[in-house]
């Protein structure tokens, strides 16, 4: 999913996808290497300001479109998508700062002449140069670092040292005493040079009154939006030849080893996109805070992610992908070039882990109040709040508000909205909304197929408390294979005899309830042959034996299932259906682990861990506090992104999948830093159950396998992203 969602973006990005495939294809931009790094305005730049893209951000009163930085973020991707060349990039930078910084007579000065079709560049360093002077006119002497677009800019904002601070200020490339000197760039698409100033003269009022964190925040939130274009196009590109490129008589894409790899792209690529549209979202919220920690973590999360994705797709097209004749070498340039532009990664990681310290990241979803439903769950959980747990979850189930997406009597039959209401009211109470675990992946099942029997017994139980479930699918020679799966259940007079055995039984050694996939038939393709039980967790024949993990816990178990008795009311669905039954547990399955927060239970938050460290160590660890941060902050974006999708009238897509694989990867990364910021003290005291520091941090460790195991292994999930999203073909056998 790209950087925009809603109509009118999908609109802005195909006018400028027919825009480029029409007026830059990338054959006619190789013709115009050398003029685009001359600084000569390309051919197409009038039309881009006929359309209004280079002004889309400005304001109306000085000629602009008077959209946001999203929309300009939505047009700036595309552009990288279609590898247009010329100035686009630099003039929007350039005009965005004077907009967001200039003082009222510059903006009035320099906006327009934006509007108008000026070119434009920005310094985000200031070299050598150096300002002085106090009064109305400053002087302005040495040489800039190399600048994307100075060649052929009309405007240039450019960073000085005046004593020791970092000023920014608009001037006119034309102006006495200014020059440029023309470099060659790794980018072959556009300009780049150093300017040289001698005492060139510029009025005070051409100043900007910007931080240098400001401008950099605002100035790399454009470049990422630019690389993901970049990299979602290598993502796509190599995607296709996967799927037409055979070895060894069938396609690459049918090996597992490029599946994988094809899967991890399109994951990388959605983390990245979500964390620069929080940023965009930022940039336009007019918080320099907010801006400047979500800018942080998208400079942490896409700027080296994004060269990376293009030199990983490079090596999907083969050896025909290090040829000059393919066009991903370009790309590949124009994205190192950002990375070398906007500043160090390990500096935009540290300023992500110093802001993680003193900032949360505040966002809105434009969600529609209903004052009169808001009004009716706060006091429904003010009264339950004064009752102790069993009978508070008692009445929250009865009034609707342990699972409010279910239908009446279950619940409110809520849409999204309702639910994020109800969300927000428990966590102005202070008090956690009740969860039945399990029973959440269990209960939608017997809800759509179940019977009415069924759901009188089993679901109003459930969320009141009374029942806990456990799922009887994965088995020892199975696993994630649940078409695989040999546990049989043989018809009987009055119901069903299940034998078998199944393995990694979250809570079954305290669960009242299974649900259960048995083969009832064996003559049939192996998804048919399967159907769907309740079973009794207390039934003659049932046994469950714990499991001890590498924490030394015992949350999974081993379920002997011995001749047990399942009576015909049990059985969901008709004989034959489980599959199709057991695919509404599996969704709600992966919706629900892939919508945990990233910073689960019984896991450090790392900005605590690092708060308890001494000033040097804390300095030391501010970089790796930021890539973790970053990436918190990229899947709690991913996610809020399936929650305004939902919201704007749009089904949701592929989130909860990418969500699920990514976050797993995550928290062990996390977990695993966090162990090491304990030292010493991390070798001691993990089995206890009341360990504390180093020990805590080493159990939340040794329990990061059931996240990558959990819910289906990784591996399996890159299968089904490889297979199920992106069309890739099974492989052969």
Not at 204 to 233: F, K, T
Not at 632 to 643: F, Q, V, Y
């Amino acid at each position: 999913m790209p950087i925009g969602i809603g109509a009118d973006h999908d609109a802005l990005a195909d006018s400028l996808a027919r825009f480029a495939a029409r007026t830059t294809p990338v054959h006619r931009t190789r013709l115009q290497f050398a003029r685009l790094a001359q600084g000569e305005r390309p051919d197409h730049w009038n039309q881009l300001v006929a359309m209004g893209i280079p002004s889309l951000h400005l304001a109306e009163e000085f000629g602009g479109s008077g959209a946001g930085v999203l929309e300009l973020a939505v047009a700036l991707e595309q552009s990288g998508h279609g590898l247009v060349p010329g100035p686009l990039l630099p003039t929007v930078t350039a005009s965005a700062v004077v907009q967001a910084h200039g003082s009222n007579a510059a903006r009035k000065e320099w906006l327009p002449r934006f509007a108008e079709g000026a070119t434009g560049a920005c310094g985000l360093e200031p070299g050598t140069v150096t300002l002085e002077g106090d009064g109305d006119e400053i002087t302005v002497s040495g040489t800039t670092v190399p600048i994307l677009g100075a060649v052929g800019a009309d405007v240039l904002v450019l960073a000085g040292r005046c004593e020791a601070t970092i000023v920014w200020f608009v001037v006119s490339a034309g102006l006495d005493g200014i020059s440029c000197t023309v470099e060659e760039g790794v980018d072959l698409t556009r300009d780049i040079g150093r300017i040289q100033l001698s005492e060139a003269r510029i009025p005070a009022d051409h100043i900007l009154g910007a931080l240098p964190d400001e401008v950099a925040s605002l100035a790399v939130v454009l470049q990422c939006a630019e690389a993901v274009g970049i990299a979602r196009w290598a993502q796509e590109t190599s995607l296709a030849y996967a799927k037409i490129r055979e070895q060894f008589g069938r396609p690459i894409g049918s090996f597992q080893a490029i599946k994988h790899k094809c899967a991890q792209l399109f994951i990388r690529l959605e983390v990245l996109t979500s964390s620069v549209w929080d940023a965009a979202l930022a940039a336009g919220a007019g918080d320099p805070q907010q801006l400047a920690l979500a800018a942080a973590r998208a400079a942490t999360v896409c700027r080296r992610e994004a060269v990376d994705m293009v030199l990983d797709s490079l090596t999907l097209l083969g050896g025909i992908g290090n040829t000059w004749e393919h066009d991903i070498h370009l790309y590949w340039r124009r994205a190192a070039s950002l990375l070398a532009l906007g500043g160090s990664p390990e500096e935009w990681a540290r300023r992500a882990g110093s802001l993680a310290l003193t900032t949360q990241r505040h966002t809105a979803l434009g969600l529609e109040d209903r004052p009169e439903f808001r009004a009716t769950v706060s006091a429904t959980i003010a009264e339950a709040a004064a009752l102790d747990p069993p009978a508070a979850q008692v009445l929250l189930a009865d009034r609707g508000l342990v699972a409010p997406h279910y239908p009446a009597p279950y619940g409110l039959s809520a849409d999204t909205a309702g639910q994020l209401i109800v969300a927000e009211e428990f966590d102005r109470a202070g008090m956690a909304q009740p969860t039945t675990v399990i029973g959440e992946w269990a209960l939608p099942s017997i809800l759509q197929y179940g019977t009415e029997d069924q759901r009188e017994r089993l679901v109003a139980p459930t969320l009141r408390g009374e029942i806990v479930w456990c799922q009887l699918f994965s088995e020892p020679g199975a696993g994630s294979d649940l078409a695989s799966l040999t546990t049989f259940a043989t018809k009987v007079a009055g119901g069903w005899r299940i034998d078998g055995r199944k393995v990694w039984t979250s809570s079954a050694h305290e669960a009242h309830w299974g649900i259960c996939l048995a083969r009832t038939d064996r003559d049939v393709p192996k998804h048919r042959g399967i159907s769907f039980f309740l079973v009794d967790m207390n039934a003659p024949g049932v046994e469950v034996r714990p499991l001890r993990e590498a924490n030394g816990d015992s949350m999974f178990n081993e379920v002997a299932l011995d001749a047990v008795f399942v009576p015909d009311a049990d059985l969901v669905g008709a004989p034959g259906e489980g599959w199709k039954v057991a695919r509404t547990t599996l969704a709600n399955e992966r919706v629900a682990m892939g919508t945990i927060p990233v910073a689960g239970n019984n896991r450090f938050e790392p900005v605590e861990v690092v708060r308890t460290l001494d000033p040097v160590a804390r300095a030391a660890a501010l970089p790796a506090l930021g890539r973790i941060s970053s990436g918190t902050g990229a899947l709690d974006a991913l996610a809020r992104r399936s929650i305004f999708k939902r919201l704007s009238g749009f089904t949701p897509g592929v989130e909860a999948s990418v969500l699920k694989a990514a976050s797993a990867r995550h928290i062990t990364d996390a977990a695993a830093q966090v162990f090491e910021w304990f030292g010493p003290e991390a070798a001691i005291g993990s089995l206890g159950p009341d360990v504390a520091g180093g020990g805590q941090a080493a159990k939340a460790y040794l329990s990061t396998p059931s996240l990558l195991i959990g819910g289906g292994t990784l591996e399996v999930q890159l299968n089904v992203i490889a297979e199920q999203i992106l069309g890739l073909p099974r492989e052969q056998r």
